[in-house]
């Protein structure tokens, strides 16, 4: 004779798996683009010393695999202090953290005054020849 088990797991069942409460933590700490310094190195806390001829001892850059997730502007080297109208010229790591965050900076160096000087939509730059202001 047969005596077959007949309790039920019907509930087990429909509960395995389930999420109680949906709470499930997903949002991540935002976690801020790399950066370095202009070369490629390591930002130390004195890189804004400023040397001699008015410029920083070390410029902070977006970190190549930043760089490297694509431009928003076109890579552009030069720009015009308007104030003098002298051109300087940048390297290529500051000019391509330009054309990926156009926001990056609040100011940038002329090499006419020997200062540096807002950049952004009431900053005092363009881009040479052009006038689309420098940071915006
Ligand atoms: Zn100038």
Redesign the pocket.
């Known amino acids: 004779m047969t005596n077959p088990q007949t309790t039920s797991d019907k509930s087990a069942a429909y509960n395995e798996g389930a999420s109680p409460s949906g709470d499930v933590q997903v949002v991540e700490p935002h976690q801020p683009p790399r950066t370095t310094l202009s070369d490629g190195t390591q930002i130390y806390p004195e890189h804004r010393s400023l040397k001699e001829n008015g410029q920083q001892e070390g410029y902070v850059v977006l970190a190549e695999e930043e760089r490297a997730k694509g431009f928003v502007r076109p890579v552009r080297r030069s720009y015009v202090?308007q104030?003098?109208?002298?051109v300087t010229t940048m390297g290529q790591t500051l000019a391509e953290t330009y054309a990926r965050d156009p926001y990056f900076y609040s100011g940038t160096f002329?090499c006419?005054?020997g200062?540096h000087?807002p950049v952004g939509e009431d900053g005092e730059f363009v881009w040479d020849k052009t006038t689309e202001k420098v940071g915006t």
């Open positions: 202090h104030k003098c109208g002298v002329c006419g005054c200062k000087f």
